[in-house]
């Protein structure tokens, strides 16, 4: 992780290292005032995004974590008094509740001020559960919750003769249940969703040019045919062509590419993309809707939709406690009402549908979940949705986007030649006087490589940058030009055959080549590559050593992606893909019955990481990769990937021993309720049953712990 924090102090004003501040929306970027702004026209409303983006699986849609908190403290405060005034509880406990006029009202009052503010969003919940006939978690709360409710005020207006006065069940039910869901969206931390940060891209105005000068107008009031000024440092409002001026622009949010691209009059340009260095006007062509970057959004939207409808593990079991009791509670009903005793029946009945329910898995999981984030973040692994972590360990084949996640992202020296054959040394040292004063990143790497081999630089004089062909400096009274097949083009030179058989080569490779030349002699060239980096050579053996395929995408040339799966024992290469086809291939890949995990970094990679069953976006890329993906590595060392894989295999282990606990209890108490042994004179009494319900939670809050000795450190990845 160190090695890129330098990113995050002094951006430099081009290239890799800029994608980080560029990219994050409440930061002011010159001329375009605060970009963090919800309020662009073709952004999804709010409420139809909260279907889905809050945690991918509608149970808390539009739920927020301190709404779980608030419930839960209020309800856990008149829990209190309803526990301590219930009758078989101060019997439990061999106290008299104190009896004063009225004291009886206490639990059936505040006890359905519980069951509505508490349980509201269980009984909301339930209701979609029923209405998409998926039930889960929140029906089988509900139902507890809502026959305690029932049984209860029958036995408190003494309709019925019953003795079902579950205040107390239903009060702690609601509470343990709050805590749960608190517990579990806090250690997730809900998403801000993908699509407000593909809005924030955009700026909030454009400056357009009219007759009498320029005007600074909303974006949503461009229309095609407008021409607006883009100045130096400033994000394109709108897709367009230049009119005017020529300027490096940083595309990498929609390539992924950290290169810069020289565009000039007639280019296209799209919005959301950086002028780094000049002033440009630019005549629109597309808004809103139309720009390629609401097409990614629509995209990102689509993918985010078809992942969404999974059922995590807690809710297949709540399924199964759901119908097991629903049948429990008919059998038992028919058969007490054969054996003649109607009240019998209903109070057996009830008592089962009740305690169905089991406190425990309301923290079996959420505590697994909030200790398994906590381990992860300690990685530098940030779980955003917990779909992610259980899905992880069936993954059968990881995707890796290639620039900036196998590789640096940056350009690095790799190697040198000169037209005579010898005395590389001095070219880098004079490539290095030449390119000192420039910021450009091809610049920051060849003085980078001469000092990492400790050359003493000449002294250069009168710098000054070409652009897009190079830049020049007076050396020792000889003008010095460092640049690449445009500068050679210009000044008409060709290299010499010794020269060109190694650049020749080097372009192969896919290696971008500058050429030295004094006057208008051609001294050599240096080839600069984007390094692989280091870890991800052990990422790759570790993942497949695990049974898992390793595969890589990128826009970059076949040969180059080639090369760098040959180096890195690479599975699958998918070579020259567009941005737009990334997503294409992970549905490609799912459709041969793969399980895809993507990890990438750019906005051209949310499509895809929203497509996968698991989205893991780097760390130094851009906010919305890493709002579209469940998991996002806060370094950018590839080794983290097998945190994850480790981590879902063991917490998911202790999910499935909680579950066991939590179900186990009900498995067994459930027929005692429904009175199976009541022949022999074995009947479990709602007070017996609620001692039962404390030890298999407390057991399995204890048994979440465990998870705290997994070793989940990248650096010692094996």
Same mark, same amino acid.
């Given at each position: 992780?160190?090695?890129?924090?330098?990113?995050?102090?002094?951006?430099?004003?081009?290239?890799?290292?800029?994608?980080?501040? =560029?990219?994050?929306?409440?930061?002011?970027?010159?001329?375009?005032?605060?970009?963090?702004?919800?309020?662009?026209?073709?952004?999804?409303?709010?409420?139809?995004?909260?279907?889905?983006?809050?945690?991918?699986?509608?149970?808390?849609?539009?739920?927020?974590?301190?709404?779980?908190?608030?419930?839960?403290?209020?309800?856990?405060?008149?829990?209190?008094?309803?526990?301590?005034?219930?009758?078989?509880?101060?019997?439990?406990?061999?106290?008299?509740?104190?009896?004063?006029?009225?004291?009886?009202?206490?639990?059936?009052?505040?006890?359905?001020?519980?069951?509505?503010?508490?349980?509201?969003?269980?009984?909301?919940?339930?209701?979609?559960?029923?209405?998409?006939?998926?039930?889960?978690?929140?029906?089988?709360?509900?139902?507890?919750? =809502?026959?305690?409710?029932?049984?209860?005020?029958?036995?408190?207006?003494?309709?019925?003769?019953?003795?079902?006065?579950?205040?107390?069940?239903?009060?702690?039910?609601?509470?343990?249940?709050?805590?749960?869901?608190?517990?579990?969206?806090?250690?997730?931390?809900?998403?801000?969703?993908?699509?407000?940060?593909?809005?924030?891209?955009?700026?909030?105005?454009?400056?357009?040019?009219?007759?009498?000068?320029?005007?600074?107008?909303?974006?949503?009031?461009?229309?095609?045919?407008?021409?607006?000024?883009?100045?130096?440092?400033?994000?394109?409002?709108?897709?367009?062509?230049?009119?005017?001026?020529?300027?490096?622009?940083?595309?990498?949010?929609?390539?992924?590419?950290?290169?810069?691209?020289?565009?000039?009059?007639?280019?296209?340009?799209?919005?959301?993309?950086?002028?780094?260095? +000049?002033?440009?006007?630019?005549?629109?062509?597309?808004?809103?809707?139309?720009?390629?970057?609401?097409?990614?959004?629509?995209?990102?939207?689509?993918?985010?939709?078809?992942?969404?409808?999974?059922?995590?593990?807690?809710?297949?079991?709540?399924?199964?406690?759901?119908?097991?009791?629903?049948?429990?509670?008919?059998?038992?009903?028919?058969?007490?009402?054969?054996?003649?005793?109607?009240?019998?029946?209903?109070?057996?009945?009830?008592?089962?549908?009740?305690?169905?329910?089991?406190?425990?898995?309301?923290?079996?999981?959420?505590?697994?979940?909030?200790?398994?984030?906590?381990?992860?973040?300690?990685?530098?692994?940030?779980?955003?949705?917990?779909?992610?972590?259980?899905?992880?360990?069936?993954?059968?084949?990881?995707?890796?986007?290639?620039?900036?996640?196998?590789?640096?992202?940056?350009?690095?020296?790799?190697?040198?030649?000169?037209?005579?054959?010898?005395?590389?040394?001095?070219?880098?040292?004079?490539?290095?006087?030449?390119?000192?004063?420039?910021?450009?990143?091809?610049?920051?790497?060849?003085?980078?490589?001469?000092?990492?081999?400790?050359?003493?630089?000449?002294?250069?004089?009168?710098?000054?940058?070409?652009?897009?062909?190079?830049?020049?400096?007076?050396?020792?009274?000889?003008?010095?030009?460092?640049?690449?097949?445009?500068?050679?083009?210009?000044?008409?030179?060709?290299?010499?055959?010794?020269?060109?058989?190694?650049?020749?080569?080097?372009?192969?490779?896919?290696?971008?080549?500058?050429?030295?030349?004094?006057?208008?002699?051609?001294?050599?060239?240096?080839?600069?590559?984007?390094?692989?980096?280091?870890?991800?050579?052990?990422?790759?053996?570790?993942?497949?050593?695990?049974?898992?395929?390793?595969?890589?995408?990128?826009?970059?040339?076949?040969?180059?992606?080639?090369?760098?799966?040959?180096?890195?024992?690479?599975?699958?290469?998918?070579?020259?893909?567009?941005?737009?086809?990334?997503?294409?291939?992970?549905?490609?890949?799912?459709?041969?019955?793969?399980?895809?995990?993507?990890?990438?970094?750019?906005?051209?990679?949310?499509?895809?990481?929203?497509?996968?069953?698991?989205?893991?976006?780097?760390?130094?890329?851009?906010?919305?990769?890493?709002?579209?993906?469940?998991?996002?590595?806060?370094?950018?060392?590839?080794?983290?990937?097998?945190?994850?894989?480790?981590?879902?295999?063991? =917490?998911?282990?202790?999910?499935?021993? +909680?579950?066991?606990?939590?179900?186990?209890?009900?498995?067994?108490?459930?027929?005692?309720?429904?009175?199976?042994?009541?022949?022999?004179?074995?009947?479990?009494?709602?007070?017996?049953?609620?001692?039962?319900?404390?030890?298999?939670?407390?057991?399995?809050?204890?048994?979440?712990?465990?998870?705290?000795?997994?070793?989940?450190?990248?650096?010692?990845?094996?």
């Amino acid at each position: 992780m160190a090695e890129h924090d330098h990113h995050h102090h002094h951006p430099s004003p081009v290239g890799e290292a800029d994608r980080d501040d =560029s990219a994050v929306p409440s930061r002011k970027v010159e001329g375009t005032g605060p970009a963090a702004h919800q309020h662009h026209g073709h952004v999804q409303g709010r409420e139809d995004r909260d279907d889905h983006a809050v945690h991918s699986h509608g149970q808390h849609a539009g739920h927020s974590t301190a709404m779980f908190k608030d419930r839960f403290w209020l309800t856990l405060a008149l829990s209190v008094p309803v526990v301590y005034f219930s009758p078989m509880f101060g019997h439990l406990l061999g106290y008299m509740p104190p009896e004063f006029p009225g004291s009886a009202w206490i639990p059936p009052v505040l006890g359905t001020v519980i069951f509505l503010y508490g349980g509201m969003p269980f009984l909301k919940g339930g209701l979609n559960e029923l209405k998409s006939r998926q039930p889960g978690m929140m029906l089988l709360i509900s139902m507890a919750i =809502s026959v305690a409710f029932a049984a209860s005020w029958a036995t408190s207006l003494r309709i019925g003769n019953f003795d079902l006065d579950f205040w107390w069940e239903l009060a702690l039910l609601v509470a343990i249940m709050l805590l749960g869901h608190w517990i579990e969206m806090r250690a997730l931390g809900s998403a801000q969703g993908a699509l407000d940060a593909l809005a924030a891209l955009l700026p909030d105005e454009a400056e357009r040019i009219t007759d009498t000068g320029v005007e600074t107008v909303s974006v949503s009031d461009l229309r095609t045919g407008d021409k607006v000024l883009v100045r130096s440092g400033a994000r394109m409002p709108a897709d367009g062509t230049i009119a005017e001026g020529q300027a490096e622009f940083d595309e990498s949010m929609i390539t992924g590419e950290s290169k810069t691209v020289t565009r000039s009059v007639g280019d296209p340009v799209v919005a959301g993309t950086v002028a780094t260095d +000049n002033t440009v006007r630019v005549t629109v062509t597309a808004v809103g809707d139309d720009t390629a970057l609401a097409g990614i959004q629509r995209l990102v939207a689509e993918a985010q939709a078809s992942s969404s409808k999974a059922q995590a593990l807690a809710d297949r079991a709540a399924a199964f406690l759901f119908y097991f009791a629903t049948i429990a509670g008919v059998i038992t009903f028919i058969a007490w009402t054969l054996l003649g005793s109607l009240p019998e029946a209903v109070t057996r009945m009830v008592t089962v549908l009740v305690i169905a329910c089991p406190h425990a898995l309301g923290l079996a999981i959420p505590l697994v979940i909030a200790i398994s984030t906590e381990q992860a973040a300690r990685a530098g692994v940030l779980i955003k949705d917990r779909i992610a972590l259980e899905r992880m360990r069936t993954i059968d084949v990881v995707l890796f986007d290639k620039t900036g996640t196998l590789t640096k992202g940056e350009p690095e020296v790799s190697s040198t030649a000169t037209s005579d054959g010898d005395g590389t040394d001095d070219l880098l040292a004079l490539a290095a006087a030449v390119e000192s004063d420039s910021e450009h990143p091809v610049a920051r790497a060849i003085v980078r490589a001469a000092h990492h081999k400790g050359l003493q630089l000449p002294n250069a004089t009168g710098f000054t940058s070409m652009t897009g062909r190079g830049v020049r400096a007076t050396i020792d009274g000889r003008t010095v030009q460092v640049g690449g097949p445009a500068l050679l083009r210009e000044l008409r030179l060709t290299e010499p055959e010794s020269l060109a058989a190694a650049t020749r080569e080097w372009m192969g490779r896919g290696a971008a080549v500058l050429h030295v030349i004094d006057g208008d002699r051609i001294l050599g060239a240096v080839s600069l590559e984007d390094a692989i980096r280091p870890e991800s050579r052990q990422a790759v053996a570790a993942l497949q050593s695990r049974g898992v395929m390793v595969a890589m995408i990128t826009g970059d040339a076949t040969q180059v992606a080639t090369a760098v799966g040959a180096e890195l024992n690479i599975d699958e290469v998918f070579a020259e893909v567009l941005p737009a086809d990334k997503d294409k291939k992970v549905a490609e890949l799912q459709a041969r019955g793969l399980k895809v995990a993507m990890v990438g970094d750019g906005v051209n990679d949310s499509p895809a990481l929203a497509r996968a069953e698991v989205g893991i976006a780097i760390g130094a890329g851009t906010d919305v990769a890493m709002e579209s993906a469940g998991v996002i590595l806060a370094g950018n060392d590839p080794r983290a990937v097998l945190s994850m894989v480790d981590l879902s295999r063991a =917490s998911y282990a202790k999910m499935w021993q +909680n579950l066991v606990w939590a179900t186990g209890y009900n498995v067994i108490a459930v027929p005692l309720a429904a009175g199976v042994l009541a022949f022999a004179g074995i009947v479990l009494s709602p007070a017996a049953g609620a001692v039962l319900m404390s030890v298999s939670t407390i057991v399995v809050a204890l048994n979440a712990q465990l998870l705290r000795r997994v070793k989940l450190n990248p650096s010692q990845v094996r």
